[in-house]
């Protein structure tokens, strides 16, 4: 599976989720905002994505699946895909990072890797 990075464009925002965290219980939610935009010359669909969460304290999850959110999206050339999700962790930062594998309107599996972004509570970070 080759790696087309300039064709698939991830932006992501993280937000902290006060309402579902419980710091006194060591939970801290946090949303994340994606958007998968292809610039490339066809279409592309979503097949399965990895992440990989680590936490402040080193504790490293690996996630593999489907998709994303139940679904397997095909972006059209030009066009975009948007969705929220989110992760628990047990310390107040932490850091996720990945990629998305999908496959061309040629047959042609790729990956798109999603550079780390920080998962923060408010003030933590300067």
């Known amino acids: 599976m080759k790696d087309l990075p300039s064709s698939i464009v991830i932006t992501v925002i993280s937000e902290y989720l006060d309402l579902q965290s419980a710091p006194e219980r060591n939970r801290f939610a946090f949303a994340y905002h994606i958007k998968i935009t292809n610039q490339g010359s066809s279409a592309a669909t979503l097949l399965t ?10 504790d490293r999850q690996e996630v593999h699946g489907s998709g994303v959110i139940g679904q397997t999206p095909t972006i059209l050339v030009g ?12 310390t ?26 920080l998962l923060s509570t408010p003030n933590t970070v300067h």
């Open 49 to 58: 994505r990895h992440w990989i969460i680590i936490d402040a304290n080193q």
């Open 79 to 90: 066009g975009c895909y948007e969705y929220t999700s989110a992760v628990v962790l047990d």
């Open 92 to 117: 107040p930062i932490g850091t996720m990072e990945g990629s998305y594998q999908l496959i061309d309107e040629q047959g042609i599996a790729f990956n798109a890797p999603i550079a780390p972004f």
